[in-house]
């Protein structure tokens, strides 16, 4: 069973920056892809952004040129460097690993951006 951990989730101001973290179980690079996704209280969860093995990106268009998503396989972590924050990026934030046909899920980290 893999396991998916986030951490960095919190309170900030309009403009600020935080950083998400996902410690994952088992090797990164296993993965096919890995991402964040978002979801807002009312609102489906979306995705915001992912990384495949070989290292390309795609991005929601809401958070292209403020969100950056990496990873470091000898760590095994994933990373999504949120800058520029917005009130509407308040939601939950949750790490997904996706091999083959299985998708697997972390428990989410609260990201609240407020004044």
């Known amino acids: 069973q893999v396991q998916l951990l986030e951490s960095g989730g919190g309170l900030v101001q309009p403009g600020g920056s935080l950083r998400l973290s996902c410690a994952a179980s088992?090797?990164?690079?296993?993965?096919?892809?890995s991402g964040w996704y978002r979801q807002a209280p009312g609102n489906e969860r979306e995705l915001v952004a992912l990384i495949t093995s070989r290292y390309v990106t795609d991005y929601a268009d809401s958070v292209k040129g403020r969100f950056t998503i990496s990873r470091d396989n000898a760590e095994d972590m994933v990373y999504l460097q949120m800058n520029s924050l917005k009130p509407e990026d308040t939601a939950v934030y949750y790490c997904?690993?996706?091999?083959?046909?299985?998708?697997?899920w972390g428990k989410g980290t609260l990201v609240t951006v407020s004044p």
């Open positions: 088992r090797p990164i690079f296993s993965f096919n892809r």
């Open positions: 997904n690993a996706r091999t083959g046909d299985m998708d697997y």
